[in-house]
């Protein structure tokens, strides 16, 4: 039996995985929780085989969460769930530890197929993600300046590539202004813009509008 524990901040969301989850023979839900703190603090208590993980959950930043998960539970694996196209996060979630990556509009048969191959210690992503890697070690040219940044950088360089303020990216990463501003700099260094307007283009052009 593959026990797993869901990390969703929206009820529905789990409703529906739990749903998926019980119309599969071999999987078991063992818990649910709707914060990156609850489910760190919650898995030490639960026996689980793999953890459901969010991208967009309220609290600690899902890399850290993640980072963290890795760290004190590396038996457990980890399969991300996203509404997020897999260009903004999926080669950050694979790179701090996730064995795998899928966005929310996969089919459930997909689900638990990469539920099952995780299981079984393989990574999984998608087979759209998967060609786009490999065409771009095959080009080896692509443009990908974000993969400079660290990982607080881009998640400032996607919401200022959203169109987000300073003040409203402050409020929504938990930072003052001063900080995102130091971030706003060091991002405009990193990826040779002139300002927010080319942070705009750049996002639009990689798909990394939140």
């Known amino acids: 039996m593959i026990r797993l524990l869901i990390a969703d901040d929206h009820p529905i969301v789990r409703e529906g995985l739990r749903r998926i989850v019980q119309d599969a023979p071999g999987l078991q839900v ?15 208590r639960v026996p689980a085989d793999i953890v459901l993980l969010d991208v967009t959950m309220p609290g600690l ?37 996730a064995s795998g990556y899928l966005t929310k509009d996969h089919s459930p048969e997909e689900l638990t197929e990469a539920i099952r191959r995780v299981y079984r210690g393989n990574k999984y992503v998608s ?23 660290s990982d607080r950088e881009y998640e400032v360089l996607c919401l200022l590539g959203s169109g987000r303020t300073v003040k409203e ?6 930072l003052s ?5 130091t971030y706003r ?4 260094e990193k990826m040779g813009a002139d300002g927010n307007s080319d942070l705009v283009r750049y996002a639009a052009l990689h798909g990394l509008i939140n």
């Open 177 to 181: 202004p001063k900080t995102v501003s």
């Open 61 to 97: 930043r899902f890399l850290d969460v993640l980072q963290r998960l890795r760290a004190e539970h590396p038996t457990v694996a980890v399969l991300v769930l996203s509404v997020h196209p897999e260009d903004q996060y999926a080669v950050r979630a694979l790179r701090a530890g």
């Open 185 to 188: 700099t060091r991002v405009l």
């Open 30 to 44: 063992v818990g649910e929780v709707a914060s990156g703190e609850e489910l760190l603090e919650r898995l030490p």
């Open 127 to 149: 087979p759209g993600l998967a060609e786009r890697l490999a065409t771009d070690l095959a080009a080896g040219s692509r443009d990908i300046r974000h993969e400079l940044l």
């Open 169 to 174: 990216i402050a409020g929504r990463l938990r």
